[in-house]
């Protein structure tokens, strides 16, 4: 089976453009978690979806920052417009309900994102 | 508040040298998850393991071996005859079962095993 699948895998844009940045879950899977990794702060989570419902979003940094999940197979996270602060390799994660809440969840390839 | 602190910012042996890797946690919750991932320099997220807080139980899966204890809130992982190939950034994570879906990752450690 495919793991999660995340495109583009390197973006370089220019401040101010608008970035949009995609995701497939792993079939089966009903939660989405989007991330951003930097040298300075690490992994952090920025929003996460459970049957395409956005959950928590108190990670998304700031109003520059959407994501939207329209089905269970696909979701965007969108920076518009972006700035040079927000390059980063940004990833995707699934996972899958278990009884006492998400399992393991599986991360995609990750998109390294370059704003100059 | 949940957290999770690797000590060990890095980390270099020699092959063939067996090395711990510490990962120590905190938690108000009783039932949690916990998780090591590793990220090799091809940037991708491998699951490796997770342990409930239930199960204090050690784990081996080849030379990967992973030591639970509740006493000292600590999940350390232990690679033994190190290989190049282990080289990587190992990232611990907790997961609090009751509370919300976040799983919240410690700052990694990375490892260098050198030839």
């Known amino acids: 089976d495919a793991g999660v699948i995340q495109s583009p895998r390197h973006e370089v844009t220019e401040m101010g453009q608008e970035v949009t940045l995609r995701c497939k879950p792993i079939s089966g899977h009903d939660y989405l978690f989007w991330y951003r990794q930097t040298m300075m702060r690490g992994l952090e989570l920025l929003i996460y979806?459970?049957?395409?419902?956005?959950?928590?979003d108190s990670g998304m940094p700031e109003d520059r920052f959407s994501a939207k999940m329209p089905n269970a197979s696909f979701s965007t996270l969108k920076i518009q417009p972006s700035e040079p602060r927000d390059s980063a390799v940004y990833f995707c994660a699934s996972g899958v309900t278990s009884a006492l809440g998400t399992d393991t969840q599986y991360f995609g390839p990750g998109t390294r994102l370059t704003v100059l | 508040a949940q957290k999770v602190t690797q000590a060990q910012t890095e980390i270099s042996v020699v092959e063939k040298e067996d090395v711990t890797l510490d990962c120590v946690y905190e938690t108000r919750d009783t039932t949690y998850y916990l998780f090591w991932y590793k990220q090799p320099p091809s940037g991708e997220l491998v699951f490796l393991i997770r342990r409930n807080s239930f199960d204090e139980q050690n784990e081996i899966s080849g030379r990967y071996s992973w030591n639970f204890q509740k006493s000292t809130s600590s999940f350390n992982f232990t690679i033994t005859a190190s290989q190049v190939v282990d080289s990587a950034v190992y990232f611990c994570a907790l997961s609090e079962m009751n509370r919300d879906d976040k799983i919240i990752f410690g700052k990694g450690t990375r490892l260098h095993i050198l030839p």
């Open positions: 979806f459970n049957n395409n419902v956005p959950i928590d």
